[in-house]
T-cell receptor
């Protein structure tokens, strides 16, 4: 089946530093990848949609200069949280889709803690 | 924007059936989904239903869709302790660019 991995699974960083999270589709080519954020005991909120080779589309209220998304290949998208602050601490989940309407396959998530 | 609501918590005894409910507001929804999330993990797609269907059954899972009332339910037969998780309903619509809009999640607790 379609597998999506994320790395790292957990990261702790200091306030003011940047952290990069990778999302990989392991056995299929992902034309579209999505980045979600999930606060404890809450739902997933879509942050941005990225298509391979083009700029990401950010949801309203998501700062594109703070959450840098790169989708340089059909199997890799990265999310960089720049100048992280404690309020950026959250569970970040990516998903990948192979075609226009196909099922989204979710990664296992990355727990970010900013101290 | 679209709104998807679920009750927060459901507790059932092992062996009983569980019914998790979801209401949504987007009348142009095309697909509706049920996802399972175990602690500290990503989401696993359980099943989905196209908006022109009323019911879909897949082993222990039965999905009912009342499009008129914009109500979706997931019935889990013979609920097991391994079914304990958070369940999210989600919907996509053609007008929404096929993006998923998730419900608030229902935590299912299965007791012995």
């Amino acid at each position: 089946g379609a597998v999506v991995s994320q790395h790292p699974s957990r990261v702790i960083c200091k306030s003011g530093t940047s952290v990069k999270i990778e999302c990989r589709s392991l056995d299929f080519q992902a034309t579209t990848m999505f980045w979600y954020r999930q606060f404890p005991k809450q739902s997933l909120m879509l942050m941005a949609t990225s298509n391979e080779g083009s700029k990401a589309t950010y949801e309203q209220g998501v700062e594109k200069d703070k959450f840098l998304i790169n989708h340089a290949s059909l199997t890799l998208s990265t999310l960089t949280v720049t100048s992280a602050h404690p309020e950026d601490s959250s569970f970040y989940i990516c998903s990948a889709r192979e075609g226009g309407w196909n099922e989204q396959y979710f990664g296992p998530g990355t727990r970010l803690t900013v101290t | 924007g679209e709104d998807v609501e679920q009750s927060l918590f459901l507790s059932v005894r092992e062996g009983d059936s569980s019914v998790i409910n979801c209401t949504y507001t987007d009348s142009s929804s095309t697909y509706l989904y049920w996802y399972k999330q175990e602690p500290g993990a990503g989401l696993q797609l359980l099943t989905y239903i196209f908006s022109n269907m009323d019911m879909k059954q897949d082993q222990r899972l039965t999905v009912l869709l009342n499009k008129k009332d914009k109500h979706l339910s997931l019935r889990i037969a013979d609920t097991q302790t391994g079914d304990s998780a958070i369940y999210f309903c989600a919907e996509t619509s053609a007008g929404g660019g096929n993006k998923l809009t998730f419900g608030t999640g229902t935590q299912l607790k299965v007791e012995l």
